[in-house]
Nanobody
Framework: QVQLVESGGGLVQAGGSLRLSCAAS????????MAWFRQAPGKEREFVAA????????FYADSVKGRFTASRDNAKNTLYLQMNSLKPEDTAVYYC???????????????WGQGTQVTVSS
């Protein structure tokens, strides 16, 4: 089983960019599909993006499509989320998660990081 640690969050102005990273320790990172979820204050956690085991397929929430890009480097055991054209409504704690197959359902993911805060000012 992998352990996940996110980094790269911070404060950015609307229209700016951030790149989140999720470092995985443990074995067999490439055996897992990975995803990003986010949770804004007072709201439920929601799906952002998912990527298959060898990065052959990616999936995005409509709210981030065209602005966010998920990628992974299996040699470095790291998942990324490049976030461009950020909006205040993107403000949330961002979590990475691992599953045996790509999914947009939170319940399909059994390993989670601790989260990293992203704040977008208007």
């Amino acid at each position: 089983q992998v352990q996940l640690v996110e980094s790269g969050g911070g404060l950015v102005q609307a229209g700016g960019s951030l790149r989140l990273s999720c470092a995985a320790s443990g074995r067999f990172f490439s055996a897992y599909a990975m995803a990003w979820f986010r949770q804004a204050p007072g709201k439920e956690r929601e799906f952002v993006a998912a990527i298959s085991k060898i990065a052959g397929s990616t999936f995005y929430a409509d709210s981030v499509k065209g602005r966010f890009t998920a990628s992974r480097d299996n040699a470095k055991n790291t998942l990324y989320l490049q976030m461009n054209s950020l909006k205040p409504e993107d403000t949330a704690v961002y979590y990475c998660a691992a599953s045996f197959s790509p999914s947009i359902r939170e319940s399909d993911y059994n390993t989670w990081g601790q989260g990293t805060q992203v704040t977008v000012s208007s």
